[in-house]
């Protein structure tokens, strides 16, 4: 069973190496994390206010109802062909697998066979991933996925030993192309980002590190994004803003 929060698109990519790619999302509901130390505040269908990231939607589990559960991948391709089909496209649209933590999924049968399907279509296929989940790559295809992943800070308020996987860090880089790391950083975290960021990188491969600003409106982006930048180029990142929530805030949908 896939359990999807939303599927979404076409619209644009809003972060990352693929910022401004026209792409059609697929959100898998549940995580492996709060991150409460994101403090986006929310209201839970039952009434009650919490703290999250800004997908609680996709990883709280009172929202559960509010997903939709997919037997077969099938069932989901048919659901994003809608989408595809609203325009005449003569190129093959990216599709980005998020959360939530898509790779909760990983070892299901229908998630590979959703992930092999666009694949074998030609599709560039990214899969947004804190990255903590133990992972194995047994098939060829497996190689062609780009993976996105946003490694938690301390920031976020989740044990170290439970946000940090070398291995799986390392698993990834070894067995993909193009693969790159992400973090999401405030103004008033900059020095402990610095230290938590290079003892992150220490012992795995050498891949691109992205830099982005901390928030879930346009007002917090622009509060944040100077100082991130600086940190970028001081320290040899590359910076990618949060375009998706410049344009539309924490909209859903978009």
Not at 48 to 62: G, L, N, P, W
Not at 161 to 186: A, M
Request: proline share 3%; net charge neutral; charged share 30%.
């Amino acid at each position: 069973m896939l359990e999807i929060n939303e599927i979404f698109g076409p619209t644009i990519q809003g972060e990352g190496k693929l910022v401004g790619t026209p792409s059609i999302f697929i959100r898998f509901g549940k995580c492996n994390f709060k991150c409460e130390g994101f403090a986006v505040e929310y209201e839970t269908p039952s009434g009650i206010k919490k703290c999250a990231c800004d997908s609680y939607f996709a990883v709280d589990t009172e929202f559960k109802d509010t997903w939709t559960k997919y037997k077969t991948y099938e069932e989901i391709v048919k659901e994003v062909n809608k989408l595809i089909n609203k325009f005449p496209y003569n190129y093959k649209i990216d599709i980005v697998i998020t959360g939530g933590e898509p790779l909760l999924y990983w070892n299901k049968e229908e998630f590979q066979k959703l992930i092999k399907h666009y694949i074998n279509e030609g599709h560039k296929v990214t899969i947004e991933t804190n990255a903590s989940l133990n992972l194995n790559f047994e098939y060829d295809y497996q190689r062609n996925i780009l993976f996105s992943m946003s490694v938690k800070l301390s920031n976020s308020l989740e044990p170290l030993k439970k946000r940090i996987n070398k291995e799986t860090l390392t698993k990834i880089l070894t067995n993909s192309n193009d693969s790159y790391l992400k973090f999401v950083i405030g103004k008033d975290f900059l020095n402990n980002a610095k230290n938590e960021i290079k003892d992150i990188l220490n012992g795995i491969p050498k891949c691109e590190v992205y830099l982005m600003p901390l928030g879930d409106t346009a007002d917090e982006i622009n509060k944040n994004c100077e100082d991130v930048i600086n940190m970028a180029i001081e320290n040899g990142y590359k910076y990618c803003d949060r375009l998706h929530i410049r344009v539309w805030n924490n909209k859903r949908g978009v």
